[in-house]
């Protein structure tokens, strides 16, 4: 692994919006999954494989990641021991994902953030317990966008306060956290690329196919809401990202969007959102949910909105 540079001001160097539909893994057939697949939703894992090209492990130390998937009800937990390692399986498609990880965490960043979200008066918690099995959101997402493992995670949780209280509490806590995280890396003197592990839209199908691969069988599942996504996604690709968080509470609701859980928004704070335009590597549906994966590579001189 490479040694990070922590002489000079750490950095968000990139974030990524990075859909973790266990399908994917199993079309791509990695070793450590033991379910495999002949092939499907092309479109997307190629459209990861451009962003693979685009954002590489060189250009950060670190790959800090919020999942939907690692849900906490007390705050936003953060895995905090050196090391994870198990098997991973997905609840709902158990054929599809059953994944053998062993994955490295930057214990440093991950307190960092923990004591910033501390100051900033956010309930938070380190998973401190080396048993504990880490999800599949955050799992697909770190694999998708680097099958190599070879650089440190942060990983946090998504707590429930969209859907205890309202969209806008959750945003304006994540909106929170994304500066406190931001804040974090600053110190840290690292790169970080901030990952938001979400679908856009996701209504899903409720019956699965026989062949799960077989794509006469996948489509969009309801027009209403991929023109929300279509609406969402044209705002990213103009850089209209202030406008795109204002959106988000109603998008939440047209869309039945995974932006619910908070990854979206956490990660446009995470890199101050700036006015830069989204590079779009693909969109596709999966069992009908609306997946974009796309990337924006920072400057120092991108304008940055800051803290709200
Ligand atoms: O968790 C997911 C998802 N977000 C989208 C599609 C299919 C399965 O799992
Ligand atoms: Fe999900």
Redo the contacts with the bound molecule.
């Keep these: 692994m490479s040694q990070p540079q922590t002489t000079k001001r750490g950095q968000v160097v990139a974030g990524a919006l990075a859909?973790?539909?266990?399908?994917l893994i199993y079309a791509e057939g990695p070793k450590q999954n033991e379910p495999k697949g002949e092939c499907g939703w092309e479109v997307l894992r190629w459209g990861y494989e451009d962003l693979r090209r685009r954002i590489t492990p060189d250009d950060y130390d670190v790959m800090i990641v919020h999942s939907?998937?690692w849900k906490t009800v007390t705050g936003t937990h953060l895995l905090a021991c050196p090391e994870f390692k198990g098997l991973s399986v997905?609840p709902?498609?158990p054929n599809l994902f059953r994944f053998s990880y062993d994955l490295q965490v930057d214990c440093d960043v991950a307190k960092a953030i923990h004591a910033k979200a501390t100051e900033a008066q956010l309930s938070t918690q380190l998973m401190e317990n080396p048993d504990f099995r880490v999800d599949?959101?955050t799992i697909i997402s770190c694999h998708l966008l680097n099958p190599a493992w070879d650089k440190p995670i942060v990983a946090l949780s998504s707590h429930q306060a969209h859907h205890t209280f309202s969209n806008e509490v959750g945003e304006s806590l994540m909106m929170k956290l994304g500066a406190a995280t931001r804040e974090a890396v600053e110190e840290s003197g690292k790169r970080a690329l901030v990952v938001g592990s979400?679908?856009m839209s996701?209504r899903?199908f409720t019956t699965e196919a026989e062949v799960p691969e077989d794509m006469s069988n996948e489509h969009i599942y309801n027009h209403n809401q991929y023109l929300w996504d279509m609406h969402m996604i044209d705002l990213l690709r103009q850089g209209k990202n202030r406008e795109a968080l204002q959106t988000v509470p109603d998008f939440i609701d047209g869309a039945i969007s995974?932006f619910k859980d908070g990854s979206f928004t956490w990660m446009m704070a995470a890199m101050g959102v700036p006015n830069t335009p989204a590079t779009l590597h693909a969109y596709g549906s999966?069992?009908g949910?609306g997946?974009l994966v796309a990337s924006w590579k920072l400057s120092q001189s991108s304008p940055q909105g800051g803290r709200e």
């Design positions: 859909p973790h539909p266990p399908h939907p998937h997905d709902i498609f599949y959101g979400c679908s996701h899903h995974e999966v069992i949910t997946n």
